[in-house]
Each structure stands twice: as C-alpha cells, then as structure tokens.
C-alpha cells in the first residue's frame, strides 16, 4: 500500500488562467484531485466512506507557489497523508518538473458522519497497514486569521447551481474563484500570490450572498467571506517576493 501517490499531468487550457499558466484555483483543484484519487485507493475515499455516510471535509488549504507551470507542461503531482490528529488529518503535495519545485501545498480535513453530523477520529478509517511518510511539504502550521475586518465589504458573490459539490454544499475551490473573481487581471499582474491559505469556516448553500471584505497587513492581503452575519471564509494572500 502506498502511502505517497505520484502521477503525472499536462497543463490543458482549461487549467490555465489569462497568463496561459496554471491559475491559482486550478492548483488547488489539481490538489483535491489527487487527494480524491489517492483516497480511493487506500480505500478512504468516497466510494468506501459514502456507504457508512462519512464525508471528508476540507478545514484549511495553504499553497506556495515557486513557479507556476505553463500551457502544454507536463508536471508530476505528489501527495500523501500525515499521521492523523484526532478528528484533524493534515495532507501534503508537491507539484514538481524534474528537479524543480513548482509549488507546494498542505490541506487540513476532518472527518464527519453525515448521520449525526458529528466529527469522527480521523485515524479510525485508515487502513492499519499504512505507513505514513514523517514529512509535510509546508512544515510551519497554518496563520490564525483575525477576523475582525473594520471596512464595509467591496464585492459580493452569489452562488450558483455550478458552484454545489456532491456533498451538497459550495465546493471548497469554488470559494477560491469567488475571491479572486473580485479582483483583475491587471490587479494580480501587480499582486501576484506568493502563497494563498483558505480556511472555511462555514459551508454555503445554492443562492446564499457571501460578502467580501479585505484588509491589506504588509505583503498580505487577508478577506473575509461572510453570510447572514457569519462568517464562512477567511483567507491569506501573500505577495510574491521575487
């Protein structure tokens, strides 16, 4: 049983954003992807845990982009888990051509029983013969996010019948569009992310409003998400260094 799942992949257009390289939603959604396959294998996945009405949910996401792979690349995607904490499981990824790091990501999820709508321990599912590697691709924890954002929202986001996953609610890379949908393209020639963390706080419905608001701390550029007077996502953009 592997514990680390590589696989390869060539960047299509439909990965890429107006720069003609892999956008930064579409990295996070290479992530999940892999994630999803890799679960299946180990026997964690959907297929497994919808029978006993268990369902993975994605708490945090951070990204550190190096260089983002241009149309037509051919790129190797990794992934593996680390070992679980409680209810809280992290998994890393690196996006790699040849010896060169493109960009590395870790994910934190939880795991819940649909029936009771309640956390389960994340280490229950996983396989006994599991050996899991002792590394992690971002190696500091995730930010804590204040949340306490004094400026009236700047943009607003309604969700769509295409946002929906199969669990029902607003797909976790859906909610990275959104964010970086308020903003143009000649607004992120001159911010371009170094690294994106998303937390999601809440889940969101077909039809809910989210209302961004943001505020700017040095190189970083933190937004909030927020419905009906709660709040559903935070996130953390760092400007890029180089």
Known sequence: MDAKYTTQQMILTSRCDASGKLGYADCFALFMDIATEHAEKLGIGLTVLGKENKFWLTVKTKIRFLRRP??????EVATWPEQPEGTRCNRDYTLTRGDEILA???TQWALMNLATGK????????PPELEIPGETAIPEPFERIDEDFPEPPFGTYTVRSTDIDVGGHMNNVSYVRALLGLFSTEQWKSFRPGSIEVHYKSPCLEGDVLAFRKRKQGDTLYLKAETG???????????AQV
Request: charged residues 25%.
């Open 70 to 75: 241009r149309l037509t690349e051919t790129v």
């Open 229 to 239: 007077g709660k709040t559903v996502l935070l996130a953390a953009l760092c400007r």
């Open 104 to 106: 590395l990501g870790k």
């Open 119 to 126: 956390l389960e321990n994340a280490e229950s599912v996983y």
